[in-house]
C-alpha cells in the first residue's frame, strides 16, 4: 500500500533539519516543540525511517535523512509553486478571497463577509470554519486560506490587532453558589474548581493564565481538558467538572448560567485578522479596512508577530 506523505510533516521534517533544534524551528512555523516533534515522529513512522538522530544536547540528521532532505525540498517548493500558479488563476477569473476563522469568531466572520460582499458585490468569498486556530494558522501557512480571523495569534504572519465586541463571562452550572451574583472577581476563584486549558494545546495562553493567577496568590483548582470547541466548555460546565470563562452568547446553554466579571481578569477577548506575509489576494486591503470599520479603534494597526 502507498506511503500518504503529509507536507505539514515534510514542513516540520526541513525546518528542524535547518535549525537542527526542534524550539527554533517550531518558533519559526508558529507551532510548540510539542507538535514540530510529534509531526516528525508521524513522518518516520510513515516512512519507517529514522530522520534525526537526538540526544539531550544535540539533533543531528541520520544518512536516511540526510538523503531525503533534498526530495522533501523539492516537494514543499512544488507545492508552493502550485499554490502560487492557482493564485494566478484566480486572479484572471475575478477576485476571490479565503477567510478561515477560529473558535469563538463565526458570527464575527459571518458580519465581516457581508460588509465585504456589500462593498465587491463581484468579489467571490468563501468562508471556511476551523475546529481550533491552529488548524486555522496552518491554513494560511500552507496557502489554503488568505486571511484568518482568530483569538489569538503565533508564527510568522502579519495581524491588524482588533477591538472584540464580545463580552468575556463566567459560566457556571445551574445551582453553583456564583449563580445570581452581581459579579464575580479574580479572588474568589481561589479554591474553586475551573476549566483549564492543556498546556500542548496552546503553551503561551496556558502559561499567561498561569502567571496572571500566581501574581495575584489566588489557586483554582485546575482542571485541565482537551478543549477544541466553545461547545465543550459548555458541556463541561453543565457536567460540573469546573467554571469557566467563555463568551457571552445571547441565553446561557442548557444546565448552565452567565456570571458578570469584575476587575482584572484572564483576558480571551482578543481579535485579530491575520494574514501570511507572502499574501498577494486582491482583497486582502479591502478586508482589513472593513475590519477596522467594524472593529477598530486607535490600537488597530498592522504589526508583525515575528
Not at 30 to 56: I, M
Not at 131 to 158: H, N, S
Request: overall charge negative; charged content about 25%.
Amino acid at each position: 500500500m502507498p506511503r500518504v506523505l503529509d507536507l505539514t510533516q515534510l514542513r516540520c521534517f526541513v525546518a528542524v533539519a535547518d535549525d537542527l533544534s526542534f524550539t527554533q524551528a517550531a518558533a519559526r512555523l508558529g507551532y510548540s516543540p510539542s507538535n514540530v516533534s510529534q509531526h516528525v515522529r508521524r513522518l518516520e513512522r510513515a516512512l519507517r525511517l529514522h530522520l534525526f538522530a537526538r540526544t539531550s544536547r544535540r539533533v543531528e540528521l541520520t544518512p536516511e535523512g540526510l538523503e531525503l532532505l533534498d526530495r522533501a525540498r523539492l516537494v514543499l517548493d512544488a507545492e508552493m509553486g502550485l499554490q502560487r500558479r492557482a493564485e494566478e488563476l484566480t486572479s484572471e477569473h475575478g477576485r476571490r478571497l479565503v477567510l478561515t476563522y477560529g473558535p469563538y469568531t463565526g458570527d464575527l466572520a459571518a458580519e465581516l463577509v457581508r460588509e465585504l460582499q456589500a462593498a465587491h458585490p463581484d468579489a467571490e468569498l468563501d468562508v471556511q470554519g476551523s475546529v481550533v486556530t491552529v488548524e486555522a494558522l496552518e491554513a494560511l501557512a500552507a496557502g489554503r486560506a488568505d486571511v484568518a480571523l482568530t483569538k489569538w495569534v503565533k508564527g510568522p504572519f502579519e495581524k491588524l490587532v482588533l477591538r472584540s465586541p464580545h463580552e468575556v463571562v463566567l459560566l457556571v452550572p445551574e445551582g453553583h453558589r456564583f449563580e445570581g451574583r452581581a459579579s464575580v472577581t479574580i479572588e474568589d476563584l481561589d479554591g474553586e474548581p475551573m476549566l483549564w486549558p492543556l498546556r500542548e494545546q496552546n503553551e503561551e495562553l496556558h502559561d499567561s493564565i498561569a502567571a496572571f493567577f500566581a501574581e495575584r496568590g489566588v489557586h483554582p483548582i485546575k482542571r485541565s481538558r482537551r478543549i477544541v470547541s466553545p461547545d465543550q466548555s459548555y458541556e463541561f460546565v453543565a457536567a460540573r467538572q469546573g467554571v469557566a470563562r467563555v463568551i457571552k452568547t445571547r441565553t446561557p446553554p442548557p444546565g448552565t448560567s452567565f456570571v458578570p466579571v469584575s476587575g482584572p481578569f484572564p483576558d480571551i477577548n482578543d481579535l485579530y485578522l491575520v494574514w501570511h506575509r507572502r499574501c498577494r489576494a486582491e482583497l486582502l486591503e479591502p478586508a482589513l479596512e472593513v475590519a477596522s470599520k467594524l472593529w477598530g479603534d486607535d490600537a488597530a494597526r498592522p504589526c508583525a508577530e515575528g
